[in-house]
């Protein structure tokens, strides 16, 4: 047991013991251990001055204003409004009288970065999509109005442009983000809160990651402070080159912040600046091959990824895809998962011929296709069809409004099911609004026509064969007729 000495006994070697610290103090131990000299060698700069001061001028504050037409009191006089099934119209028109129809306008935030000489300003879908009127404020004050030369709703992604003069600022320098490591330093440079040119540093946490943002989700992820408003801003690297911009950030989470990789949208630069983006299209449904596919396809590992259907009259099936097939690798690399298959072949150029690996009955097969054009989004939006009928299944075509409101790509293939009556076949299978039904009675179903078709005489019978597609998943359901 350690005893405190007695007074008037001395302790010469303590001297030297307190001496030696001082000495390691002073020069090596702490600065090895946590400076920067032997560690990171000259990587971890005393500052950030310098790069804040490089790169500042090419990052803009956007402010976009929007107008809105409409009743004043439009969410309360909606139809659907619970406000006004509890009050009644008579209510409204008594304190409010009829109150024409108007307009208002409301204003919104963002950041964007100089990327052209020519005016060039690369920033978020989101900030601008629904704007009537675009400014840009630069790191001095000035202030030019902006307008859209082409937006891609899919990867938030937006080019606009504004007229530059000679007190315009350079572009910055577009980096490489497959270059990024997990661990590396970044800056982000934007606009939050509307509190003007904010810069934030931090490293980088994570790459790859899948947020359920849009279907070709490939986000960086940083501890850099993002807040609202730094949308559509750069994040920079320590050699000050963006490699990415920055879009979404976790409400309830703290250093977590999320950026589009600046590789992908230099990929798509070209067709924005066209102002249409068109992508590569197999026609094909996908999932992801789990352990329990992969040993009842006797797979050794969980890679590839397996087609559960595919679209009539598609490049898929032209060039003699199959459901069931395991596709293994695209153009010679290997696919590891649904989503890299579906961004790798979107990346694509239409009408490009691609090699598609694939295990067909445990046999390794190349197939070699021509690409389509992904189907134009809006060419999807017309007036839907609706059909009911004694399964308690109320179903309609896929139309853009509803894709957004059920998290679906409006070019998926098949009817979606927008109700459920209780006490049905449908509610005893356990169906729910938002799947979508794929087959019926092993008919494939591509609209409600051909749902429409498919049903005829299903009544008939006893049960009802359908195949649903439920967020990644693909699953046969049984509905039973009920007895009288």
Known sequence: MFQVPRRGIRWPWMAAVWACVVVLGASGTPRGAFGATSLFGSNLPPSFADLADK???????????????????????????????????????????????????????????????????????????????????????????????GRDSKTDLALIQAEPDKHFPKP???????????????????????????????????????????????????????????SGGPLFNMNGEVVGINTAIVARGQGIGFAIPINLAKDLLPQLRTGKIVRGWLGIMIQDVTPEIAESFGLKETKG??????????????GGIQAGDIITEFNGEEVHDAHELSRRVAATPPHSEVKVGLLRDGSKKVLTLSLGTMPDEEAAASQPETTENVWGLTVQNMTKPLAERFGWDPSERGVLVTKVEPDSPAAEARLQP??????????????????????????????LLLLVKRGERTFYVVLQMPQN
């Open 172 to 230: 910055a320098v577009l980096g490489d983000s497959s270059a990024l490591r997990v661990g590396d330093w970044v800056m982000a440079v934007g606009n939050p809160f509307g509190l003007g040119h904010t810069v934030t540093v931090g490293i980088i946490s994570a790459k790859g990651r899948i947020i359920g943002a849009g279907p070709y989700d490939d986000f960086l992820q940083t501890d850099a402070a993002i807040n609202p408003g730094n």
């Open 305 to 318: 990824v397996l087609v559960s259907d595919v679209v009539q009259d598609s490049p898929a099936e032209k």
């Open 434 to 463: 938002g799947d979508l039904i794929k087959e019926v009675n092993r008919k494939k179903i591509q609209n409600v026509r051909d749902y429409n078709q498919a049903m005829k005489g299903a009544e008939k019978k006893k049960s």
């Open 55 to 149: 790169v500042k001028d090419s990052v803009v504050n956007i402010s976009t204003t929007q107008v809105i037409k409409g009743h004043p009191l439009q969410p309360f006089m909606d139809p659907d409004s619970p406000f006004r099934e509890f009050f009644g119209d008579e209510f409204f028109k008594r304190f409010f009288g009829d109150m024409p129809k108007g307009s208002m306008k409301t204003n919104s935030l963002g950041s964007g970065v100089v990327i052209d000489a020519t005016g060039l300003i690369l920033t978020n879908n989101h900030v601008v999509e629904k704007a009537t009127e675009i400014k840009i404020k630069l790191q001095n004050g000035k202030e030019y109005a902006a307008k859209v030369v």
